[in-house]
């Protein structure tokens, strides 16, 4: 897929030293998974949250 090629230009001429770009998004998210796939971003790791909701009334 093309993405435009002014979008890492304008990067790569405002901050040379910047190497890599790291983003994140929840897997669920397809919008922004597009987004970060048109801009050829690939994944290089995944992860969890986790939440334990304690029953109502326990403290």
Known sequence: MDHPPHAHAALGRQWPEVARIITGNASENSHLL?????????????????ERKEPRGAE
């Open 34 to 50: 597009a987004i970060n796939n048109r801009l050829s971003y690939t994944p290089i790791a995944a992860s969890g949250w986790f």
